[in-house]
Nanobody, 117 residues
Framework: QVQLVESGGGLVQAGGSLRLSCTVS????????VAWYRQVSGNQRELVAR???????NYAESVEGRFTISRDNAKNTVYLQMNSLKSEDTAVYYC???????????WGQGTQVTVSS
C-alpha cells in the first residue's frame, strides 16, 4: 500500500521560508515522479512543482525562482523549499506520486501553508 506523509507546513510572514517534506512508503520511489500541488478553498488544485525519477524538474510560473523541489532517494523523501513567500502562496499543499510501473497516482493528506502579509 502506497502512503505519502507530508510535513513542514505552518504560518510564516511574507518574505519568509518554509520547507515541506513528503515521505513515501510502499512504492519503488527512486523511479517515480513526485509533485507538489496546492489548493485554495473553492479553487482547483494546481501544480506547483514536479520532479521525475531522473531528477528533471518543472515549476509553475508563479513559483519559478522562489521554490525548489528536490528528492533524497535514500530517504524516500521529496522536499519543497519555499523562499520569498507571498500571501498568495497560502494554500493546502499536497504531495502527489505517480508510480512509473503501474501508472497510478497517489495523494498525501495535505499540509496547510499560511503566509501573513
Amino acid at each position: 500500500q502506497v502512503q505519502l506523509v507530508e510535513s513542514g507546513g505552518g504560518l510564516v510572514q511574507a518574505g519568509g521560508s518554509l520547507r515541506l517534506s513528503c515521505t513515501v512508503s510502499g512504492s519503488i520511489f527512486s523511479i517515480d515522479t513526485v509533485a507538489w500541488y496546492r489548493q485554495v478553498s473553492g479553487n482547483q488544485r494546481e501544480l506547483v512543482a514536479r520532479i521525475t525519477g531522473g531528477g528533471t524538474t518543472n515549476y509553475a510560473e508563479s513559483v519559478e525562482g522562489r521554490f525548489t523541489i528536490s528528492r533524497d532517494n535514500a530517504k524516500n523523501t521529496v522536499y519543497l523549499q519555499m523562499n520569498s513567500l507571498k500571501s498568495e502562496d497560502t494554500a493546502v499543499y499536497y504531495c502527489n506520486l505517480v508510480q512509473v510501473v503501474y501508472g497510478s497516482a497517489h495523494w498525501g493528506q495535505g499540509t496547510q501553508v499560511t503566509v501573513s502579509s
